[in-house]
């Protein structure tokens, strides 16, 4: 008997998949979601449930089989009766059970609030004080008793803040400052009261985000849809830049995609595309299988806790395997849907463009299945995405709406960044008059480079922003302040007192976005080892200014730009100064060429080889000197070797060998099996029985 798809019968019939499910679901059939199979029987009774218009609302109104089994029409009416005297109840109890509810749910909400105490980073005494109900001097009182000496004003660190709350029994919570929102309670009202109106919910174009290995085809994918050339932009043939695009169906519906690089260094870029991301497409390449990042990413979208969608690419490759590939997947907890599981895998080949189209209606489908709903009448609300510095408009930063709608002229607050909108671009650089729901923009106007992945919000006008904008800098500062003024431990003082100085590599870095200086950050702050450090002492984005350069002289460091160039005043100074200035294009030779920097800081480890050696078995004294007669028991001695002269286990002397000779002509070496005369450098006291050992010492590098 043939089968077919929940979502095919559900086109057909003009339904939404997940209405099609719980129709089936309500008629008795098994099925778990828009791609599970159906036999032909059931498709039927859906049709005819479907034509049957009043069995339709039959079937979704009645709880369960109770009204089955009444074939009798008189006692239908009769059943509801009970119903209707307790269904006006909850009808008039409807109309405020909104706000009802709000307050129900609200109290939940801030009953844990009033319990638990949210501290930003770096909060001071004094404000630490006012917000646990202490007064500053019982604070400072404790700090004493704990060996710390602290004034009202200055700032607490973590573990101070954590130790405080112990003391005080108090529950506190420690948050970054971007998640410290200073708004004013009328300006969260909207947002707030947002989720609880229904009626001004419109769907939103899913944001999907496209995962995976390194080249396993996820910018050729992106390519496919948006008809363009992406990877000639792209150094290398990799993605190296978050990036956020629209594609638009024939049908008349919307994505929006992120790409996001799936080289390992950008593991934090990876996690902040999942954050935002309604549903994740996971590239896997049909000839190569799963690979470390396909594992990673895959994680970062488990973490989101975001739908995923497997896209096996390259299968029109000889060596192709797709079903090795849902065998490797499975085994990581992603069942195929055709073997009865709930994940759907699409076969694609992004260069012959196979099945793409199959690939953006199952997006769809899975995006229906959510429900994906948002109020563009509110407040702007989202994500940033990636920023960078233009030469022209200077701060940049792409930014996903989530919430409400962004027009050009508003004012928005990022973190400590702040701006008015001057203007909105697509991914086509072209003018957008406003952003709504799951739109992607390209904003200038911003006071500072905002930072990636921090949330953004608008506020009523630009006095609003500029004060919590100043707000948070101040708290910013002294988050930096706390973190970077860390005392060194005990064991620090004696590793450097043990070690004497440390080997430093001082690094200048400056980067083309936001997102790749932060990952280059993290990959280079994993290569701190015991014995050597390295030390970031500026990092930016933009080019490669005469200020870099400057600092890099004074304190002795290297320049490293990623994606960017010196300017012309920067590259002279650098050439008239003797600064190393290294730009690069490709994470992978930055990497390995810092590694090999920090190697070439280690003095190399000195190993010790023996070469050879001899047993004395008579001495002659000549002038100034004792010949010692010897055999050469194994190896070779060499004349000029280094040499130790062991008696009865015991070295009595370490040196050199000064003369060997084979009877009367000098030797350059003598092999095992010969014997041999030699006299050692300023050392005499040679006897019988004494075994001269000649090692030499190598140098070789450290790993």
């Known amino acids: 008997m043939a089968k077919m798809r929940v979502h095919q019968i559900a086109k057909e019939l003009g339904l939404a998949s997940k209405d099609a499910v719980d129709m089936l679901t309500k008629l008795g059939v098994d099925v778990r979601n828009h791609a599970s199979t159906i036999e032909d029987a059931d498709a039927a009774k859906l049709r005819g449930l479907v034509r049957n218009g009043s069995a339709t609302t039959a079937a979704a109104t009645p709880s369960a089989p109770a009204p089955a089994p009444a074939p009798t029409a008189p006692t239908a009416p009769s059943a509801p009766r009970p119903q209707p005297v307790a269904a006006p109840a909850p009808k008039p109890a409807a109309a405020p059970a909104p706000a009802a509810q709000a307050v129900a749910v609200a109290a939940p909400a801030e009953a844990p609030a009033a319990n638990e105490i949210t501290v930003p980073r770096g909060v001071s005494v004094t404000d630490f004080a006012g917000k646990i109900g202490k007064s500053p001097t019982d604070v400072i009182k404790l700090l004493m008793r704990l060996g710390e000496m602290k004034t009202i004003t200055q700032s607490l660190s973590d573990d101070e803040v954590e130790v405080l709350a112990n003391e005080f029994d108090v529950p506190v919570r420690i948050v970054s400052v971007a998640d410290d929102v200073s708004v004013a309670p009328e300006d969260e009202a909207p947002g707030a009261a947002e989720d609880a109106v229904d009626a001004a919910l419109e769907t939103r174009p899913p944001v999907v985000t496209v995962m995976g290995h390194v080249d396993h085809g996820k910018s050729s994918i992106l390519q496919q849809f948006r008809k363009k050339e992406m990877l000639s932009l792209e150094a290398g043939g990799i993605t190296q830049a978050i990036g956020a695009y629209q594609v638009h169906g024939k049908d008349g519906t919307t994505t929006t995609f992120i790409d996001t690089p799936g080289h390992e260094a950008f593991t934090q ?111 702007a609300r989202g994500h940033v995405i990636e920023a960078h510095l233009d030469r022209g408009r200077g701060p940049v930063a792409t930014l996903i709406v989530q919430k409400g709608t962004l027009k050009p002229g508003q004012a928005v607050v990022c973190g400590p960044a702040w701006a008015r909108v001057r203007t909105m671009l697509d991914e086509n650089g072209k003018q957008v008059p406003k952003a709504g729901p799951s739109q992607p923009v390209q904003v200038s106007g911003w006071s500072r480079l905002p930072e990636a992945g921090d949330e953004f919000f608008a506020v009523k006008d630009e006095r609003e922003a500029k004060r919590i904008a100043q707000e948070r800098e101040t708290l910013q500062r002294a988050a930096d302040f706390v973190a970077g003024a860390k005392p060194a431990t005990l064991e620090d003082l004696l590793f450097k007192t043990r070690t004497g100085d440390v080997p430093e590599l001082r690094v200048i870095l400056k980067a083309d976005s936001q997102g790749s200086l932060e990952a280059l950050t993290e990959s280079l702050t994993k290569m701190h080892r015991a014995n050597l450090r390295l030390n970031i002492l500026r990092r930016g984005v933009g080019a490669i200014g005469e200020s870099d350069v400057t ?35 490709i994470i992978y030779q930055l990497l390995d060429d810092i590694s090999q920097a920090l190697k070439g800081l280690l003095a190399p480890e000195e190993q010790e080889f023996v070469l050879g050696a001899a047993q004395v078995r008579a001495t002659f004294r000549i002038p100034r000197a004792v010949v010692a007669g010897c055999y050469v028991t194994e190896g070779k001695i060499i004349r000029g070797s280094r040499a130790r002269l062991v008696r009865d286990g015991t070295v009595v002397y370490t040196g050199r060998i000064d003369t060997l000779k084979r009877f009367k002509d000098d030797a350059r070496e003598v092999a095992a099996g010969f014997e041999c005369g030699m006299t050692l450098d300023d050392f005499n006291d040679i006897k019988e029985g004494d075994v001269i050992e000649a090692f030499e010492v190598r140098e070789l590098p450290r790993d």
């Open 551 to 585: 600092l890099a002289q004074a304190s002795d460091a290297i320049v490293v730009g990623f994606g960017v160039r010196p300017d012309a005043g920067a590259r002279q100074l650098a050439e008239r100064e003797g600064v190393d200035v290294r730009t690069y294009q």
């Open 269 to 379: 870029m990876r996690a902040r595309g999942a954050q935002v991301t309604d549903v994740a497409i996971l590239v896997v390449a049909a000839d190569d299988g799963v690979q470390p990042q396909t594992v990673e990413a895959l994680d970062h979208a488990r973490a989101a806790k975001v739908p995923v969608l497997v896209a096996v690419n390259k299968i029109d490759r000889p060596e192709a395997d797709p079903t090795r590939v849902r065998q490797q997947l499975s085994e990581l907890g992603l069942t195929p849907d055709e073997w009865g599981g709930d994940t759907v895998f699409v076969d694609v080949s992004a260069k012959a463009g196979t099945n793409l189209d199959v690939l953006l209606d199952m997006v769809h489908l899975v995006a229906e299945m959510q429900n994906l709903k948002a109020n563009p009448n509110t407040p």
